[in-house]
């Protein structure tokens, strides 16, 4: 695998289900994060993890709840979303949080859908 | 704090026409400026960014941007579009004291054949 990796693609579940969302980064970076994109709406930065630890939350409802083990490795745990949670979430990567210019890498996304 | 404005959300053009996708920015100190792609049902992929030095920047696919930092834009342009280049097109701005990157709303190109 190369880049940033993230499973399940798709993603179906019930308001009372608890799933998760995993990331992987395979390009030895630092700072990884997690984004919201909706319809018509801009990309909405989540949470922002560098060496491991939270260094963003943007105002995120609880029902989301992110973990990050390791600096390759990023989850986002759901419980009890509503509808309008539904949006593709996009975990990114970048060198680390120091400046300089270094773009995110972005995975491919998951889509979910909250019925 | 930075922001980022993307004028068109949606631009039409005929295949193997020339294209501008618009980007303005504000910010009170040196920014660093990105242009993202992201293609139906994928991530975004990074295009070009502009650091610092020349002002016209060269990406991949052909596309290349403008930084004019006196009119604090940062526009995309391709000579001839192709089919391919159908996807949603999102400007970005960092400041360069800082590592977060702001997104615009994004302008999706749809190519006509």
């Known amino acids: 695998e190369t880049g940033v990796t993230q499973t399940p693609r798709h993603l179906v579940m019930g308001m009372t289900n608890k799933k998760s969302l995993k990331c992987e980064q395979h390009?030895?970076?630092?700072?990884m994060y997690w984004y919201k994109q909706s319809a018509k709406k801009p990309l909405e930065l989540m949470f922002v993890?560098?060496?491991?630890?939270?260094?963003e939350n943007n105002s995120v409802p609880s029902r989301f709840s992110p973990e990050c083990p390791n600096s390759s490795h990023l989850f986002l745990h759901l419980h009890t979303l509503q509808p309008e949670d539904s949006a593709l979430y996009l975990c990114?990567?970048?060198?680390?949080?120091?400046?300089?210019?270094?773009?995110?890498?972005f995975g491919p996304g998951t889509r979910l859908t909250v019925t | 704090a930075q922001s980022v404005t993307q004028l068109d959300s949606q631009v039409p053009v005929f295949e193997e026409a020339p294209v501008e996708l618009r980007c303005n920015y504000s910010s009170s100190v040196s920014v660093y400026l990105f242009w993202y792609v992201q293609y139906p049902n994928q991530g975004l992929q990074l295009l070009l960014k502009y650091l610092s030095g020349s002002t016209l920047v060269k990406g991949i696919n052909g596309f290349e941007a403008e930084f004019n930092k006196s009119q604090t834009s940062f526009h995309l342009r391709k000579p001839s579009v192709h089919i391919s280049d159908t996807a949603e097109y999102f400007c970005?701005?960092?400041?360069?004291?800082?590592?977060?990157?702001?997104f615009g709303s994004g302008t999706r190109l749809s190519i006509r054949p």
């Open positions: 993890y560098n060496f491991k630890e939270q260094t």
């Open positions: 990114a990567s970048s060198q680390d949080l120091a400046g300089g210019g270094d773009e995110q890498y």
């Open positions: 390009l030895g970076h630092n700072a």
């Open positions: 970005a701005v960092m400041s360069s004291s800082a590592s977060k990157i702001i």
